[in-house]
């Protein structure tokens, strides 16, 4: 084991120089001694020992236990205290701080030795697993790396990450998951047969070195091997459970210069086979690795993003056919990056849900558009009922629908202008959740819509078990409806259906006249569609508001007559667009 550097801090010099002797001659590297806590930072960013003695009581303004806070937590640097005084107070203000040793002054030689190596091993093993943790794996792996250079063939290093743990820690409880952690922990243990160290990075990733091998093939061999490890099933705490991996795999020395490039571009690799669904495993490419440190970047500015204000909740308008008013808009929201400008919702929508960030930006949109609605009712414009949609991540919250609650109340809006959209996958997958919390939105007040309907494998047996006040037909049996006759079919039997049991019909993605005229004889109820407005900022769609606009959209065709007696055909206007078209 290389020589471990040690920082010392106290505020008595002749003990100071009698603990640097000590261990000195047991074989420790001293980095310093520094008398006062402003030091004992100072000279902890400029040194990085690998462990602190911090006295308690020292010279200067910080006190010991002020100062080893801060080094634990900026430098992650354990810290093993020093003291003459061992009262609770001080022992408690210790405590807080989560140390790696206490030793009460005077001590002897051998107690500060073990303390010292119970601290190490402590900082350099992971406290759950007992495998090594990243600072000790970067130790060996530099070695390795060192002792490599003379010799043939490459070492390989694999970061490995369980996939979709985070649903067995959600739906069976931590408890479970640790235990999963640990299992998976020793079954990578057995196989050092073709492995080096096996070591826990943090949370479910974990990293192993391989031992050196001539050919990739090989390497690949046991990667697969090591994937078909983790997935063989397990009984947990009576449970039987399953989880697979993702695996990155880098090899030396042509993917990296040192262990540091080595983790990082295994990282990369490891990333490129969680997009892919996971249980598999893909070697570092310099070709796709620019592709996919864009991606890694662009969560990382996706995750800044709430925080930043850069999204913002755009309005279509929604327009019920009979009286040709705008009675309601869909909230939906953009994302104004500060470099790239408007980002696609195709884009970082799914970049959400993978990442988690669907739910608090879901959450974000919910607010956002119950609090400006209000706003529009109280400058006296007409009431405008908002429709927004809902994540499945947001539904599976323990109190979500009790959040929804909390927004009506906090912004003042009345209930019966929110409307929620919920997709069929999302009611599907837990129908006793949905049926409980469509019955207290229902009280509330609260309209309910299906989005997307059609799309789903049970559409038609579902809807008369859920209070369903609306569907949405999906844009895609919109599309052509005029000459696709599959989707003309579909369409009218979905109006027919909905208006037996006493649903609205809204179809979403109208885009031309020939689309809204069928939409109209068939006695659709609501439209909305880029034929008559994409969705819009909120200055845009409030100056549509102010207009109070109606249009007597079921009698288009014979005021379009009227209209074309006085024109050429040439020069017949488009009276839908000329109100509509914004933008």
Not at 312 to 325: H, L, N, R, S
Request: charge should be negative.
């Amino acid at each position: 084991m290389s020589q471990k550097k040690i920082l010392i801090v106290e505020d008595e010099s002749i003990v100071a120089e009698d603990i640097s002797d000590s261990l000195i001659s047991l074989g420790y590297r001293i980095t310093g001694m520094v008398y006062s806590g402003e030091e004992a930072i100072e000279s902890a960013a400029k040194f990085r020992p690998d462990l602190v003695l911090m006295d308690v009581n020292l010279q200067g303004e910080i006190d010991g236990i002020t100062a080893a806070e801060e080094i634990r937590s900026r430098f992650q640097i354990p810290v093993v205290y020093l003291t003459a005084y061992a009262d609770e107070n001080t022992l408690r203000r210790v405590n807080s701080t989560k140390p790696f040793g206490y030793i009460v002054k005077p001590f002897e030689e051998k107690n500060l030795h073990t303390t010292i190596q119970l601290a190490l091993y402590r900082h350099q093993y992971d406290s759950l697993t007992n495998l090594p943790n990243r600072s000790l794996l970067r130790e060996k792996l530099s070695r390795i790396l060192d002792g490599q250079k003379e010799l043939s063939g490459v070492v390989p290093l694999v970061t490995l990450s369980l996939d979709k743990i985070n649903r067995i820690n959600s739906t069976l409880g931590h408890d479970i998951g640790d235990s999963v952690l640990c299992t998976i922990a020793q079954r990578l243990s057995n196989c050092m047969e073709n492995i080096d160290i096996v070591a826990r990075l943090e949370a479910a990733e974990f990293a192993l070195i391989f031992k050196p091998v001539e050919e990739k093939q090989d390497v690949a061999n046991i990667a697969q091997n090591i994937l078909d490890i983790v997935s063989q099933g397990m009984i947990v705490k009576d449970c039987e459970v399953y989880v697979t991996a993702s695996m990155g795999i880098c090899l030396y020395p042509g993917d990296g210069i040192d262990g540091d490039e080595m983790l990082k571009n295994a990282y990369i690799a490891m990333y490129q086979s969680q997009l892919e669904g996971g249980n598999t495993y893909h070697f570092y490419s310099a070709k796709n690795a620019s592709y996919f440190i864009n991606i890694l970047l662009q969560e990382t500015s996706l995750r800044h993003a709430l925080k930043s204000s850069e999204f913002e909740v755009y309005y279509q308008p929604q327009i019920e056919i009979k009286t040709g008013k705008m009675i309601g808009a869909e909230a939906l929201v953009r994302w104004n990056h500060p470099e790239r400008g408007r980002v696609s919702p195709g884009e970082f929508i799914p970049m959400a849900e993978e990442m988690g960030l669907i739910a608090p930006l879901g959450e974000w949109v919910l607010e956002t558009a119950c609090r400006q609605a209000q706003t529009w009712q109280r400058a006296g414009l007409p009431p405008l009922r908002v429709a927004v949609n809902v994540s499945a991540r947001q539904f599976e919250r323990k109190n979500f629908t009790e959040r929804v609650r909390e927004i009506l109340t906090e912004t003042g809006l009345d209930p019966k202008c929110l409307e929620l959209e919920l997709t069929e996958s999302l009611v599907l997958q837990d129908e006793i959740a949905a049926a409980k919390a469509f019955t207290v939105w229902r009280d509330l007040g609260i309209r309910i819509a299906i989005d997307d309907f059609g799309t789903g494998y049970s559409s038609l047996s579902y809807p008369k078990r859920f209070p369903f006040d609306a569907i949405k037909i999906d844009k895609s049996f919109i599309r052509d409806i005029a000459d696709d006759r599959q989707n003309a079919a579909i369409t009218v039997a979905i109006i027919q259906m909905a208006h037996c049991m006493n649903m609205r019909v809204v179809a979403e993605g109208v885009e031309n006249e020939q689309e809204l005229d069928f939409l109209c004889d068939r006695e659709c109820d609501e439209i909305q569609g880029y034929f008559f407005s994409q969705p819009l900022p909120r200055a845009e769609f409030e100056a549509l508001l102010k207009s109070d606009k109606c249009w007597e959209l079921c009698c288009r065709k014979k005021e379009a007559a009227t209209l074309n007696s006085g024109f050429s055909k040439q020069e017949t206007p488009n009276r839908l667009g000329s109100f509509y078209k914004i933008g």
